[in-house]
């Protein structure tokens, strides 16, 4: 056999392993499908940065994230049946169950966030003052009986400057609201 025949035969058996050589350098996980799509409000404007989860039926989970224009891609997804779930701070938790992906499937899967309800909790307690009966505790009361209760206006701003006299100086200028 001459160089020439040799070297086509050589170019030829190159020229038909190619195609074989290119596919055997692709990883086994590229076969797979592939799941994308958008994350967004309620108002349909784009959520970045929320966790988006895809979890098979055996429990194994792939994450990302959703990038600055809202999208998210899982690439080389195995066959089977999945759960897809995205969290984002501020929104309630989506989830979406029974995806089917299958072989070379490119599925296009959109997510829109509901808004999360929030709950605020207002506790109020009140410290209650006792006024005490105790004779003791009360020496520098006044008591008005008798002629000195029936002297007292019936006028209520007649009655407020006349309790405020009897009160002295210890209960301070208080002006009347109303």
Do not use: C, W
Request: hydrophobic letters at 40%; glycine letters at 8%; proline letters at 4%.
């Amino acid at each position: 056999m001459s160089f020439r025949s040799r070297l086509a035969v050589l170019l030829l058996f190159l020229t038909a392993s190619l195609p074989f050589a290119t596919f055997a350098q692709q990883p086994a996980a590229a076969a797979g499908g592939a799941v994308h799509g958008t994350v967004v409000d309620p108002d349909s404007a784009l959520i970045p940065g929320a966790t988006v989860t895809l979890t098979t039926s055996a429990g194994k989970s792939q994450n990302a994230t959703s990038k600055s224009d809202g999208t998210y891609t899982f690439r080389g997804v195995v066959a089977g049946t999945y759960t897809l779930t995205v969290s984002a701070p501020g929104f309630a938790t989506y989830s979406k169950q029974s995806i089917s992906v299958t072989t070379g499937a490119n599925l296009a899967e959109d997510v829109q966030m509901a808004l999360q309800n929030e709950t605020q909790t207002v506790n109020v307690t009140t410290d209650t003052v006792q006024l005490s009966v105790d004779p003791d505790s009360n020496q520098s009361a006044t008591v008005i009986t008798g002629d000195a209760l029936n002297a007292l206006s019936d006028d209520p701003d007649e009655l407020e400057a006349e309790l405020t006299a009897l009160a002295g100086p210890s209960m301070g200028d208080r002006k009347s609201v109303g």
